[in-house]
């Protein structure tokens, strides 16, 4: 008897503490249910409709919209386009974000000033930034082909938005200009968390510098990796703005990605509808990287710790 | 005491509501219109805040609000605002603008108030009839704008080259002035999927003689030898534009203008710039049509009639709204409209092309010369959807998917043969009208 009566206020007290939970989290719930699932359950519900500009009314035509973007080779050219744009900007940022981290973990005069200066690109607002490097790209004008010219670099100005390769691999470099500070500081913090012993300890067995990273440094950062390589992706694959705004999605279609031809479909060819069946397939998509990605590569040490 | 505090509380309470009913029973007889507009530029839009102001003062019962919005932007936000029931009861509209406002129900006929400013003012009927169709006029016109050929006549003088009225002479001009090595290119020719660059292509194709789009009875025109010609011709001229023309809109093109890296372009004006960023010599300051094919007997250019949307169903707000276009259409106000922007704005009524409010501005005075040249233009202009008395009004989904600077692409791009990037033009305009009509 005393037992059960042991039990009834271990749950009573685990019920109320559970209330308390649920009360604590109920208005984010809620938030995120008018922020997030509303407007996901509208798109889905949209998806199986002919609405074409918006505030316009449409009737259900079941999956004909989701045929019909499947069916589309612009769908799977702006799908290639995504998974370039992904890699690149994941190469280049994660390359410039090690290299800018090492350096700022070293001892040198100015460090502090160097490790503020080097977070200003991601400060800056996007608008700025494109107006920024459209003029400085330009060829009228522009300060990079004048440097270009003047040192006899190239003969001649670059296009570097005048074809679509030539703009892929710019906007790519101007939105990894843009991001990579944030994954710099995002590492340098986690590399300052792995013990100074490890390193010693590496030296004394005659590790290598090249070595000692990837012995020692690189195991140490996996969990931040691990997110990083989760929420980054997403990030980069549902960047709009910049390719908005430098090159339209152009030339010819060249830096149209994903979230590019859902907005020109949504808002250019008045096809909401057809806009929508596409995100609802992108979102599905990303939703099974998520889950492919932490089924694979979730940090192995996590796993055991659950 | 008690009693003392009481009477004063609910005397302070009484006090404060009357406060605070007073203000609003006031306002409730104010009729509020707001207004929508695409012209950004501090300088305009400090223009147009000096006439509502002017407007609000003599008018107490009405107040006019301005909110400037981005063309780049409008063709989604506008009627997205119209669906979520915060539509402006004023915006301004091109005329490939207004048949998706329509589409989504908004737009308020305009007949009897745009004929009492034509008896008043004398409308250009080129201004109206791109706004008149399925039995209404859906727009009031405020300005016209077209495009003309801008170069640097010492670049002409010193390469001893008279300007050019034919495509043979001005790919010859284009040539002679294009000096990559000193980084000067005989022209500016966009490529960049936008406005811009549809306007600038349908330049060519008027004067190749395609200037219509569409045959008689609705079917699409495009794919024919005229509209061939002009992209081919186009692609000519394009090898002497700068290598980031791909890129371009109207301001990188003034800004190549201005600096004297290129010695013509395409555009409605470049008073102002060339003004305040460049030489700031009129004598210096070319402007002439644009050139024609051998075979056509003179120039054309595409030409904006813009105008004006009543969107709101409320008759108070509709006089309400009318009154401000009065006021503005008055030609002592409406000089000083157009001058927001001096050389860009055309008048589109006979007694505005005269008002004195017009030509005193002292940019205009200056640089009077080019913008008669410039409304002499303007008589000759046509925009592509509008033209030959038929108006379909789905030119919008082939406008607002710039399917002409798309197919231009396709050529100075992608090296594809004109005839078949027109070809595919043409198969891409079948497909928007065919889903505007889903």
């Known amino acids: 008897m005393r037992q059960t009566g042991k039990v009834k206020t271990m749950r009573t007290g685990w019920n109320s503490q559970a209330l308390l939970g649920y009360l604590l989290v109920a208005p984010l719930l809620l938030w995120l249910a008018g922020t997030i699932l509303y407007p996901l359950m509208a798109a889905i519900n949209l998806s199986f409709q002919n609405v074409g500009i918006i505030g316009t009314g449409g009737q259900y035509i079941g999956l004909e919209n989701y045929s019909k973007v499947l069916g589309s080779g612009k769908f799977w050219d702006a799908f290639k386009r995504s998974l370039v744009w992904v890699i690149g900007n994941g190469l280049f940022q994660t390359v410039a974000a090690f290299a800018t981290a090492l350096i700022l973990k070293q001892r040198f005069s100015g460090r502090g000033i160097a490790r503020v200066w080097v977070i200003l690109s991601w400060i800056v607002p996007t608008v700025v930034v494109v107006i920024i490097w459209r003029w400085m790209l330009g060829t009228s004008g522009g300060i990079v082909n004048y440097l270009l010219v003047a040192l006899g670099i190239t003969p001649e100005p670059v296009a570097f938005f005048g074809s679509p390769n030539t703009a892929m691999i710019s906007v790519m470099l101007i939105n990894s200009w843009r991001w990579f500070p944030l994954m710099a500081v995002i590492l340098l913090a986690s590399m300052q968390n792995i013990p100074q012993e490890l390193y010693e300890a590496a030296a004394v067995d005659g590790a290598s510098p090249f070595q000692r990273f990837l012995n020692v440094t690189l195991p140490g950062l996996q969990p931040v990796l691990f997110v990083m390589g989760l929420v980054g992706t997403l990030w980069s694959f549902n960047v709009f703005d910049v390719i908005w705004l430098l090159t339209g999605g152009g030339p010819s279609s060249g830096t149209t990605t994903l979230p590019v031809y859902i907005y020109e479909m949504a808002f250019k060819k008045y096809r909401l509808s057809r806009a929508a069946a596409a995100s609802v397939l992108v979102g599905l998509f990303l939703l099974l990287f998520a889950v492919l990605f932490i089924r694979f590569m979730a940090p192995k040490g996590e796993e055991e710790g659950e | ?438």
């Open chain 2, 1 to 438: 005491m008690r009693a003392k505090a009481g009477a004063f509380t609910i005397a302070l309470i009484i006090g404060m509501l009357f406060m605070a009913w007073g203000p609003v029973s006031a306002q409730e007889d104010v009729v509020e219109i707001v207004f929508w507009h695409m012209e950004q530029p501090p300088h305009r839009v400090e223009r147009i805040q000096q006439l509502i102001d002017e407007f609000n003062e003599a008018h107490p019962n009405i107040h006019v609000s301005q909110e400037p919005q981005n063309w780049a932007e409008i063709y989604a936000k506008a009627p997205a605002a119209v669906a979520a029931g915060n539509a402006p009861d004023l915006l301004f509209a091109i005329p490939d603008f207004t048949p998706i406002i329509r589409q989504v129900g908004a737009v308020q006929p305009v007949d009897d108030f745009v004929a009492e400013m034509d008896e008043a003012h004398g409308f250009f009927p080129s201004a109206v009839e791109p706004y008149t169709y399925d039995g209404h006029v859906w727009a009031v016109p405020l300005w016209n704008m077209a495009h003309s050929l801008w170069y640097h006549v010492d670049m002409f003088e010193e390469a001893g080259i008279e300007p050019p009225e034919t495509w043979d002479e001005w790919l010859a001009a284009v040539e002679a002035l294009t000096d990559e090595e000193a980084g000067v290119y005989g022209i500016g020719l966009p490529a960049n999927r936008h406005l811009y660059t549809d306007q600038t292509v349908y330049d060519f194709m008027i004067n190749a003689g395609a200037f219509e789009l569409y045959n008689e009875d609705g079917t699409l025109r495009f794919d024919n030898p005229d509209t061939v010609e002009a992209l081919d011709f186009y692609s000519q001229l394009y090898q002497y534009s700068p290598p980031d023309s791909p890129n371009w809109t109207w301001g990188e093109a003034e800004a190549c203008f201005v600096s004297r890296t290129c010695a013509m372009i395409l555009q409605f004006t470049v008073i102002k710039s060339y003004e305040d960023q460049g030489e700031g010599d009129p004598e210096n300051l070319g402007v002439i049509p644009i050139p024609h094919a051998a075979d056509l007997e003179e120039s054309g250019t595409i030409a904006y009639p813009n105008a004006v949307m009543l969107l709101t169903d409320d008759p108070d707000k509709q006089e309400a709204a009318y009154e401000w276009l009065r006021f503005l259409l008055e030609p002592e106000n409406y000089g000083r409209f157009l001058n927001m922007e001096p050389g860009l704005f055309l008048p589109v009524t006979e007694d505005g092309s005269e008002a004195e409010s017009y030509w005193s501005d002292p940019l205009v005075v200056e640089y009077e010369a080019q913008i008669r040249v410039m409304l002499e233009n303007s008589q000759n202009g046509m925009l592509f959807g509008f033209t030959g008395g038929n108006i379909f009004p789905s030119i919008a989904q082939i406008s607002a998917q710039n399917l002409l600077a798309q197919t231009l692409q396709r050529v100075v791009i992608d090296g594809e043969a004109p005839a078949d990037a027109v070809a595919w033009g043409q198969e891409q305009m079948i497909e928007a009208i065919e889903a505007a009509e889903e």
